[in-house]
């Protein structure tokens, strides 16, 4: 079975890089096409990143607590592009301060992230749950 | 005498240009040139090679190399997915070798593009789209699309491997189709070298007897490239050196005509200073940038438009209608050279505006950006403020009186600072006109191209104004 590719990076004016690329190497290990797109990506460059290379997964990192305005549009932006129907998954420190983590899974559910995680996830925490989605 | 001439020929729109040079001696033993005759090139090509007054038969045996930028150049269209990344990569893949694009598509093709790509009648097209295993779909659309052209043109495909195959079998036999590898096989990495010397191929194997131009084969070797292929070559030379020769390093060589002005740069063009994120597509390490609409004759008038006749007139001291006369002038009748002083003032002014505005669209640019970790510095593009040779080519600069103030437009500007341009390069002159002969020169004796090359410019040495 051919590998699945997935878009990565941190979007927004984030310059936290440390994070991002241990995810590259876990998600590579794990035996993923792993596209990563570093820090400061824009919403553009993960839509135009996914449509080049007909990538299975976004997955959105955002450290810095300002997630909410930058990942804002994102998934209209994929609809738009005509990719609208691809899977999204956001983590990391999403919002600034302590917020009910329902609430805040619940605001990124519907800005159209399928899956939302919170600060201080393992690798292994979630890609047994990304295979699962992928149909893998 | 027992030398080794070897004949160096360009074939220009207007001008067929011959340099015969002893790769012995490392010298240049003779120049000449003569109007290009479009509808025989050989007649031309015979009254230029008359022009060297060499013994016939040493002529007739020297090994004669030919590179061309007549009827019109090599035309392409270049396609891609999306704008920023496969289109754009192709289109950087299509300058490299050469060529003049008339237009980039990205993402599917429409009825209307293809009615225009029609009109356009390129001479090749550049099909990309997908990184290797990625979207295969939108080729595969403009593949179809293509293969209703009622004329048949060479297609290079330089999309998603995977798809390359199905790409091909889309097109009718009367299409001549090339597979080279993908220009962006993945995000962030371009790849446009073996997709220009597939270009190259097909220019020579293919075009140049479209064009006609065959018929000035029997004179010479083969035409081997599109000119400005020819001097992207030398400036590669130059900057790598050879096995035995030391490089230059990083330049750039800027190349004013009368309807475009060329920028070509050689180099990484990575930071030269801390903290600083790059940003975008990466740029190929032989970089060439076309600018239409930047030229000192046929082109002045959208020159006037792009930097603003108030811009001209500042510069030259001139009132702005008549700077707008005198350019209306030029326009019409392109052979017109400068008569008195004032009118040579005016096309330095031309000349620099140019050069100052070409190299802007070709270096790459620092932005700030704040951010909650504080400010940093964002790049887009080639850093080439470390670069320290600039080179002048092209009539315009070859004929001004004073070539090192338009060159001096390439330069940092103080208006401008966070432009990434050389910002203390010396100025060199390429006066006997020779770049285009030794990108030629050096596909086959690399190292008496660069000798000759290198004297010739140390002999044209613009000393550099105090600042």
Known sequence: MEAKTLVLGVIGADVHAVGNKILEIALTEAGFNVVNLGVLVSQKEFVEAALETNADAILVSSLYGHAEIDARGLREALIEAGIGDILMYIGGYLVVGNQDWSEVEAKFKQLGFDRVYPPSTLPEDFIPTLREDLGM | ?467
Not at chain 2, 101 to 126: C, K
Not at chain 2, 376 to 387: A, C, F, N, Y
Not at chain 2, 399 to 412: F, I, M, R, T
């Open chain 2, 1 to 467: 005498m027992n030398r080794k001439l070897v004949v160096l020929v360009d074939i220009g729109s207007t001008f067929t240009k011959v340099t015969a040079v002893d790769t012995g001696l490392r010298s240049i033993v003779a120049q000449s040139s003569a109007p290009t005759t479009i509808e025989d090139v050989s007649q031309g090509l015979k009254s230029a090679l008359l022009g060297l007054q060499l013994d016939s038969e040493e002529l007739r045996q020297a090994r004669k190399l030919a590179c061309s930028s007549a009827a019109g150049g090599l035309r392409m269209v270049a396609i891609g997915l999306v704008q920023d990344l496969t289109a754009k990569a192709a289109k950087l893949a299509a300058l490299g070798a050469g060529a003049r694009v008339l237009n980039t598509y990205s993402f599917q093709l429409t009825e209307a593009d293809r009615e225009e790509i029609i009109e356009l009648e390129p001479d090749i097209i550049l099909l990309a789209g997908g990184t290797d295993g990625g979207n295969s779909e939108n080729i595969l659309h403009n593949a179809r699309v293509l293969a209703t052209l009622p004329q048949p043109v060479p297609v290079v495909i330089a999309g998603n491997r995977s798809a390359a195959k199905e790409v091909a079998a889309c097109f009718p036999q009367e299409f001549s189709t090339y597979i080279a590898p993908n220009v962006m096989p993945q995000i962030g990495k371009l790849q446009v070298d073996p997709a220009r010397e597939v270009i190259r191929q097909v220019f020579m194997e293919k075009i140049i007897y479209a064009k006609g131009l065959d018929k000035a084969s029997r004179l010479i070797d083969g035409i081997f490239m599109p000119t400005p292929a020819a001097v992207l070559r030398a400036g590669q030379l130059l900057s790598e050196g050879t096995a035995t020769r030391k490089g230059w390093g990083d330049l750039l060589i800027v190349d004013v005509g009368g309807a475009t002005t060329d920028v070509h740069s050689l180099g990484a063009g990575l930071p030269t200073r801390a903290g600083v994120v790059v940003r975008g597509l990466p740029e190929p390490y032989a970089k060439r940038t076309v600018e239409g609409d930047l030229g000192v004759r046929v082109s002045v008038l959208s020159l006037l438009e792009a930097v603003g006749a108030d811009a001209v007139a500042q510069e030259t001291g001139w009132p702005k209608e008549e700077v707008e006369s005198r350019a209306a002038l030029l326009h019409d009748n392109p052979e017109t050279l400068p008569e008195n002083e004032a009118e040579a003032l005016f096309d330095r002014a031309l000349g620099r505006l140019a050069v100052t505005h070409a190299v802007s669209r070709h270096v790459g640019r620092l932005s700030e950006l704040y951010t909650p970790a504080g400010l940093i510095w964002v790049q887009e593009g080639k850093d080439l403020s470390k670069v320290e040779t600039v080179i002048g080519t092209g009539g315009v600069l070859v004929k001004s009186a004073d070539p090192l103030a338009v060159l001096e437009g390439a330069a940092q500007q103080a208006d401008a600072l966070l432009e990434l341009r050389p910002e203390k390069p010396e100025f060199y002159l390429d006066g006997s006109y020779i770049l285009a002969a030794m990108g030629l020169l050096a596909q086959e004796e690399p190292e008496a191209a660069f000798d000759i090359l290198t004297n010739s410019l140390d002999s044209y040495k613009l000393a550099r104004r105090e600042q």
